[in-house]
Each structure stands twice: as C-alpha cells, then as structure tokens.
C-alpha cells in the first residue's frame, strides 16, 4: 500500500480550487484505474459506488479486501492464517465499515483476528499508530466489546489523526472551528494525493466521511433523519411519477386509441378498424421506450434521481451513527 513520506503542516492556510466531495472521488476514481492493489481498489470502488469482485484472495491485502466487498472467499481463506502481520494495520478501517454495514457478526470475527494479531505482534516488540488506536476504541465501544490498546503507540501524523477524530466524534463536536480546520487538512491532504498520486486510503475514505458529514444540514442527529427523511420521501414521490410517466400516457393514448377504433368499427367497417388496432398495438409496444429514453435524458430527472440515491445512503449512514 502506498503511503505518504512525511505529513505537511496546515498552519499556512492555501487555497484549494476544487472541493473536498469533488478532490476525494477524483483520487478515488485514479486509485481504482491505477492501483494493483485489491485493497486499496475495494475502497476505491466503495467510495465510487461500484462493485468491485471476482478477484483472487491470495493475501491478506486480498482477504481484507473481500470482507470490504463483502464477498465470501475470505472466511475460506481465514482458515489458512494465524494472524494478519503487519496487514493489522488495515484491519480498523475495514471493522468501521463493518459496524457500518451492521454486519457485526462479521466484525467479532475480524476483531477476535485483530486481537490476536495484536498480542503476538506486542510480544515482537512492534508498535502500532495512533490511527490504529483511535479507530480500534471506536469499534470497541460501538460494539459495546472490551478492548485494551496497544502499550507501543506511535504517532502517524500531525494532521491525519485529526481528520479521522473529527469523524468518529462528529456529533459530538460543538467547536465548528475544529471542524472546519478537519476539513482544510483533508482537501490538503487529498489535493497532493491527487497531483502527486501517492495514496493512503485510510485517508481517503475517511475524508470522503467527512465530505458526507458536512454535506449534511447543521441540525441534531435526530432532526437531521427527520429533514433527510422528509426530502427523500418528497424526491420519492416525483421520481415515481417521472418514472411512470410513459406507462400513464399510453394508458391515456390506448383509451383513446380503443374509443376511435369502436367508433370506426361502427361507421367504417372492419379493415381501418384492424388497421387502427394494429397501429396501437405497435404505438404501445415502442412509445415507451422512446418515451422512457427521452425521461433519462432529462436533466431533472437525472437530478432527482440522484437526489434519491444520496439521501437513501445518508439516511443510513446517520441510523448507523445511532447506532
């Protein structure tokens, strides 16, 4: 996994012309065509919102990759290992997400792994960062396990752990400053993975967290469901209307279509009255394709559609902090 050298400091503000949510998909969206790493393109395609499977898993890289994809192959090969090595380091991140994603049953596994990884690498005499720490007691805590941190602890950055911090406690932060300069460091941090493209995704995905934080309505967590609830609900209804349009206007045009023909059959006999018939069988066949092609093209359909598909996935990001 590639790695920064050496952090910066943020203590001379610059200004950065691309926003955070925007500088986190472009990073992502590089690792995931450049990087030979399933690991790093399992996040990559998590943050992207694609699917990402059907690779080999040959490591332990492999094997937490599968478990982020939520794939099958790793229980497999979780039989052939002891413990997870130095990859220990990897395996926070992938327990946040697990608890995200409320497969917890899947996270005592790995944590029970993480844990016995742990004492053997304690027993060698190896430290672990900060961000290990951090991230390891929040899971604990979510998950309501006792955990004791390393002794060894070594500090990973100045300004990484205050990215990660400011997620795991967000609600629980009331100094907006605080916030603000968590956000500063990120499009820093990810502006130079960008023009440098030298990766950490550990980074990465916590600062697309936070993107998805701050583009929620400053308001308590449960007003904040409520007001997410509220438009995802109204988007819901305009996006199934737009939907069922073609379906609508065919119904209409077949009724339509049906009283001409009764009415023909009447005054004009049966060939223009088959005719008819045979028109609006093909004007029903086809109309709606061309109709449905039309509404996808549509900019606010896209737009609402889109809408959707956010509020659908912070709706569930936010009953996860409730958790």
């Given amino acids: ?70 794939g099958e192959k790793w229980r497999e090969y979780k039989k052939k290992i002891q413990h997870l090595g130095y990859m220990v ?34 027993k060698q005499s190896n430290e672990f960062t900060d961000i290990y720490v951090e991230i390891m007691k929040w899971v604990a805590k979510k998950m309501g396990i006792s955990y004791s941190p390393p002794r060894n602890c ?23 400053h605080e916030i603000l300069r968590a956000k500063h460091i990120a499009q820093k941090k990810i502006s130079e993975m960008a023009s440098e493209g030298i990766w950490d995704v550990r980074i990465l995905y916590f600062a697309w967290k936070l993107s998805r934080l701050l583009s929620l309505p400053q308001l308590s967590l449960k007003d904040q469901i ?30 339509i279509a049906f009283a001409l023909t009764e009415s023909i059959l009447v005054v004009s006999g049966t060939i223009i009255a088959f005719l008819l018939a045979f028109l609006r069988i093909l004007f029903v066949k086809h109309l709606p394709q061309q109709i449905q092609k039309l509404i996808n093209r549509w900019s606010y359909y896209v737009k609402v559609k889109s809408e959707l598909e956010k509020d659908e996935q912070l709706l569930k990001d936010l009953k996860r902090l409730i958790f």
């Fill in 89 to 122: 380091e990897l395996a926070p991140l992938v327990l946040y997400i697990l608890v995200e994603d409320q497969r917890l049953d899947d996270a005592k596994e790995l944590f029970d792994l993480v844990n016995k990884t742990e004492a053997t690498l304690q």
């Fill in 1 to 70: 996994m590639k790695s920064f050298a050496s952090a910066c400091s943020v203590d001379t503000p610059e200004r950065i012309h691309i926003e955070l949510p925007d500088l986190v998909l472009k990073v992502a969206d590089q690792v995931f065509a450049e990087s030979a790493s399933n690991f790093e393109r399992a996040l990559a395609s998590r943050i992207l919102g694609r699917k990402y499977e059907n690779f080999k898993v040959l490591t332990i890289e492999d094997f937490l990759a599968d478990i982020v994809c939520g």
């Fill in 154 to 176: 070594i500090k990973f950055s100045e300004d990484y752990p205050v990215i990660v911090q400011t997620v795991l406690n967000y609600h629980e932060i009331s100094d907006s």
């Fill in 226 to 255: 409520a007001f997410i609830s509220w438009r995802r609900r109204k988007n819901w209804i305009i996006y199934r209307a737009i939907h069922f349009l073609p379906e609508i206007l065919i119904l209409i045009a077949s009724i």
